[in-house]
Each structure stands twice: as C-alpha cells, then as structure tokens.
C-alpha cells in the first residue's frame, strides 16, 4: 500500500512538472509572439546603437537587392507630363519585372490558379516589406531629413537604416498647397515645406484662428516610436519626436514609410505607404484599418496610439500627447479638411473630361476607365473613390512566402483612395508596391482579368494623369 501510495505521489508530482513546463513553454512563447512592445530594455543604449550600426549596411543592402530584383529603378521622366506644381515629372512606363520567358499580355491570358501553380506572379506585385520589416517604424527620404535639419534644427535620420525608393519616384518636394476655402491663392505654400518655422508667415490672414492653431499642431513636433528621448528610440540624439507634416508634407505626401499599427504579428504587419491628406473632406474612412470613421478620430487616434505602434504602453513611456478632443482635435481637423485636390483644367464640373480640352486618347481612357475596365465601380466621379473597403484577392495568384521579414499573404479589404490628383502622389497601392501608374494599369489588369489591349492600357493611364 505504501509503495501505491509513493507511485500515485511520483506519478501527481511528474504531472504537475508537465503541466508546469508546459504552462512556461506557453509564456515563453507568449514572450516572443506578445501584442506588447517590451517596456524594459535589457541592452545599453550605446550597445544598441553600435549593434545596430554594424548591421545596417547588410540590412539596406538586403533591401536594395530585393527592389533591383523587383523593379527597373531607372530615372525615366515622362516628356509632357508634370506634377501639379510644375517642378517635376511623372516616371513613365511600367517597372514592375516579368518573370523570366512570359510576356505580360501571356500573363493576363492565364487564370488565376495557373499563374499561383506556375510560380509567375511578378515579384513586384508582391506585398513590398518595410526597409528593415523586423524592426519597421517611421523612415524618412533624405531629402525631407536635410530640410527640416535646416529650418529647424531636428534632426530625423535613423542609425539603423534609410529610406530604400530611390527620389525620382517619390512626390515632387516640397508639394503645393491649394485649398478648398481660396482656390483663387493657387498654391499658398509659395514653394516653401511647411513647418513650425515658418507657418504663422504663410498663412496669417488666409486662415482663420482656429485653422491657425490646427496647422501649428499639425506642424508641432511630438514623441513617436523611433523619435523621443528614450533609451529605445532609434535616432541617436534625443530628440523631440515628429510631427504630422513630416509624413504629409504640406498635406500631401513625401513617400515616408512606415508599418501599420493593427496588425500582429510583426511579420504581417503591412508597409505603409504615407497617403495624402487632400480631399479628406470627401471621405469616410479612415486608419490603415479604416476602423476610424473621421478625420477627426484619425486625428487623435494617431497621437494617442500610431505613433507608437498601436500600443498605448509604450505611448505613455515615451510621453503620448493627449489632444484635447473639443478644441485641439477639431482645428486640426478642421484645416486638413479645407486641404483640396489640385487643379484639373480639363476636367468639367462633373469630374469628367470637357472633350474640347482631352486629347483623343485621354478620352478613350476615360471610356475604358468607366466601361471595360471596371475602374469606375471603386473609384466613381467626380473624386474618383466610393468611400469603401474592397477585397481584392490577389493572393489567389501566389502561395504565402516570406520576403525580407514580411509574410506575403492575404492583404484582405483595402480603403478605395481618391484619384483626383493621382499623379501627384506616386508610389502606388496602399503599401507602394506599384511605382508607376503604368504598374498599377498592368496590376488591375491582372487582378480583374480584364485582357486590356498595350493601346487601351496606355489611354488609362493618360487618363488617370489628367484627372
């Protein structure tokens, strides 16, 4: 009986240990899956710096491969057509690269499950990663990093990695300002970027008080993830962190990338690309999740918690600045949303091309556009977006895949974006994986198995230019 006993006691007690290794092995493993960013460094912040120093040539190097394999980065401007501020053209041409031995037009012809069997999905039309995926956070082009060191003396760059698009396919910098209130100013940004420096001279007397104080907000810099005086930052220097206008430069857009705040695990988290602010006024959705529902929650949503990964922890170590919703929020609420598209000289006041002023293959496009290829049922006149979410599936043309740190699967719905004034705001798609819109012509050409003509392809992307 004594030695039952013994046995049973070994017998709880070698039950107990499994239950004990098993439940450590899941909060181990919840450790290193967590939804929360670690609080509590373990490494100096000089070793950080050195660590991370030593690895950035790798890890651009990495990145650099994976878009020279992708895209032909070649500086190819277009001979007529301009960005609205007239200092820079559009890239022409598609530079997405076909898989070896196809054409795009044998692409188009094969279905869906045949191109994912085949493995000829071109690599670009995969989902692009952020420069350093497993680490992510905001990066900044160069250019944008010289201009505010200049004004203001804040300091933007990164030791652990750069901005990887090269310039030519990011928007012309800085960008126009034009608003809905003063369409007779033109641009009121009188070529200058927009900043703490020099807003008050700028718009003293075109906006009114509350406008004012909502653009010096939007160009006051605050603590963000990878800007702050914390010893997890990823700028050197201790710093005042950022502001709205570094993303959205003069309300529109400079290419800064970052990674969406509402997806986990870190590997399906989507690169960002930064959209514009003009036209908010016409839309309804908003954050990359398009769970907001106007500016003014994206507004205050963004100070609270995307600037810091969507993790309200972190927010408060690094000092979250709380906007107040009845005044702070609204101004700057209430400038972005008199931020306008450019202007569209041929386009009537149906948002439709005046046939005196289009040209005939402008006007083909704007046929096929709202005819054969089907782009006008997301993106209707005259702002050219329905204001809606939309699956588009194209993970029924490849099998998930890992790809510098970023699992390529399912993107699921995505937010419709206005394109009046698309080509003003290149890179395309919601994460910049298309650099052209002659890309994104050949993207949706695949996606809606449509089987556009090289000509009909060409006049929907001279339409998309015109509007």
Not at 243 to 266: E, K, M, W, Y
Not at 433 to 445: I, K
Request: one cysteine or more; aromatic letters at 10%.
């Amino acid at each position: 009986m004594k030695s039952t006993r013994i046995r049973k006691r070994w017998m709880l007690s070698g039950v107990f240990l499994l239950i004990l290794a098993a439940t450590c092995w899941v909060y181990a493993d919840q450790a290193v899956t967590s939804s929360y960013s670690p609080v509590v460094m373990k490494e100096p912040f000089a070793d950080t710096v050195a660590r991370m120093k030593a690895a950035k040539p790798e890890v651009m190097q990495r990145q650099m491969e994976l878009l020279n394999e992708r895209y032909d980065l070649a500086d190819r401007p277009a001979k007529e057509v301009m960005m609205s501020g007239g200092r820079k053209a559009i890239q022409e041409g598609v530079r997405v690269k076909l898989p070896q031995g196809v054409t795009w037009d044998q692409l188009a012809a094969m279905r869906p499950d045949e191109i994912k069997e085949k493995n000829l999905w071109p690599k670009g039309f995969y989902p692009l990663p952020h420069p350093n995926h497993a680490e992510g956070g905001m990066v900044f082009p160069q250019f944008h990093i010289d201009e505010i060191k200049k004004q203001e003396g804040r300091d933007l760059t990164r030791f652990d990695l750069d901005f990887d698009l090269p310039d030519h396919f990011l928007p012309e910098f800085p960008p126009p300002i034009y608003l809905t209130t003063r369409p007779d100013l033109g641009d009121v940004s009188r070529g200058q970027v927009v900043t703490i420096m020099n807003y008050f001279e700028l718009f003293n007397g075109i906006l009114n008080p509350k406008q004012l104080e909502g653009l010096r907000l939007l160009v006051t810099p605050f603590p963000q993830q990878q800007f702050n005086q914390t010893d997890d930052r990823r700028s050197e220097l201790a710093g005042r962190g950022v502001t709205c206008f570094d993303c959205h430069v003069n309300g529109l857009s400079n290419g800064a990338t970052h990674l969406v705040g509402d997806i986990r695990p870190q590997e399906f988290r989507h690169r960002l690309d930064t959209p514009p602010l003009r036209g908010v006024n016409v839309q309804r959705l908003f954050g990359s999740q398009r769970a907001l529902k106007s500016v003014e929650d994206f507004t205050e949503f963004e100070q609270r918690a995307a600037y810091f990964d969507g993790d309200p922890v972190i927010a408060t170590k690094k000092g979250v600045n709380i906007l107040e919703r009845g005044s702070q929020v609204h101004f700057m609420a209430e400038f972005q949303n008199i931020l306008d598209f450019p202007p569209a000289p041929k386009l009537n006041i149906y948002g439709k091309l005046d046939p005196a002023k289009a040209n005939e293959s402008e006007l083909r496009g704007q046929e096929l556009f709202f005819g054969k290829a089907q782009c006008a049922v997301c993106h209707p006149a005259p702002y050219y977006t329905d204001g809606m979410m939309h699956n588009l599936k194209a993970e029924r043309f490849y099998q998930p895949v890992m790809i510098n740190g970023r699992m390529a699967s399912a993107d699921g719905p995505i937010k419709t974006f206005p394109l009046r004034g698309i080509k003003d705001s290149p890179p395309y798609l919601h994460d910049g994986r298309l650099l052209t819109l002659a890309d994104t012509v050949e993207f949706f050409n695949m996606i809606q198995e449509l089987k556009l003509t090289g000509q009909e392809k060409q006049d929907l992307v001279n339409f998309m230019a015109a509007l």
